[in-house]
């Protein structure tokens, strides 16, 4: 039976979004990128609407060295700050940022966000070589890919503009089809050629692979931490 796949994003406001810095390229970018860690989890994202939780766990698993939270961890931490069933992304980045969470006697934050423009590609491949970025989308389409939250290597292509924006993923690699095909162990169909653009994301417990297209029509906002994280031992 394939897991529940719970959403639970608010869209930030605009008087935010109009404020933040946006991301600037100014290092190089590599051609193809991924980040993957070897351990993933729902977070919750299963039980609770705390996808924007999740996607920092996933974050801070993307680490070197990994670092993996617990689940029990992270939904109890969404709890206490009042994010477990619904937040905005900025919300719970403005809470990783200021108050981190604590695992195994380090607590690890955020650095500081900014906006980035999901629509320029180049830009958005910078961003995502610097770390996972953060992105709201509108998901009805979405969870309805094959595969989603059942095993990597899930496709979502030719997604259509959704309305609104209910759930948080992480952005996570980009590359040939084929190339990331080959990183996730997936195999590619027929119809779509190895050499075709495409990104790595992650949501409930998968990394798969998303047309830039999609990505433009069912994203609403999105976000990279700079570094993405900061650890202070206690």
Same mark, same amino acid.
């Given at each position: ?12 406001p ?12 100014t ?75 604590d ?22 491949q910078?961003?995502?070589?610097q ?24 496709? %979502?292509?030719?997604?259509? @503009?959704?309305?609104?924006? +209910?759930?948080?993923?992480?952005? #996570?690699?980009? !590359?040939? &089809? ?18 075709t653009?495409?990104?790595? %994301?992650?949501?409930?417990? @998968?990394?798969?692979?998303? +047309?830039?297209?999609?990505?433009? #029509?069912?994203? !609403?906002? &999105? ?12």
């Open positions: 039976m394939p897991p529940r796949l719970l959403k639970g994003a608010n869209p930030t605009r008087h935010l979004l109009a404020a933040a810095m946006p991301h600037v390229a290092t190089p970018t590599p051609p193809q990128f991924l980040w993957l860690p070897k351990q993933l989890n729902l977070w919750g994202n299963g039980m609770f609407g705390d996808c924007c939780t999740a996607e920092e766990a996933f974050a801070k698993a993307c680490n070197f060295p990994e670092i993996f939270i617990p689940p029990a961890k992270i939904v109890k931490w969404a709890r206490n700050h009042f994010v477990l069933n619904g937040a905005g992304l900025y919300e719970v980045l403005q809470l990783m940022q200021t108050i981190g969470i695992h195994d006697l380090v607590t690890y934050k955020d650095g500081p966000f900014h906006s980035v423009n999901w629509m320029d590609v180049p830009l958005l910078n961003a995502i070589a770390g996972p970025v953060k992105i709201g989308v509108a998901s009805d389409h979405l969870i309805q890919v094959p595969n989603i939250g059942v095993s990597n290597g899930w496709i %979502a292509t030719g997604l259509p @503009t959704g309305d609104p924006l +209910d759930h948080c993923i992480s952005l #996570a690699g980009y !590359g040939p &089809a084929s190339w990331l095909a080959t990183q996730l162990g997936a195999t590619l169909p027929a119809e779509i050629a190895g050499d653009p495409m990104y790595a %994301a992650f949501t409930w417990s @998968t990394v798969g692979l998303i +047309d830039p297209d999609s990505v433009s #029509a069912i994203t !609403g906002e &999105a976000w990279l931490r700079t570094p993405t994280t900061i650890s202070k031992p206690d």
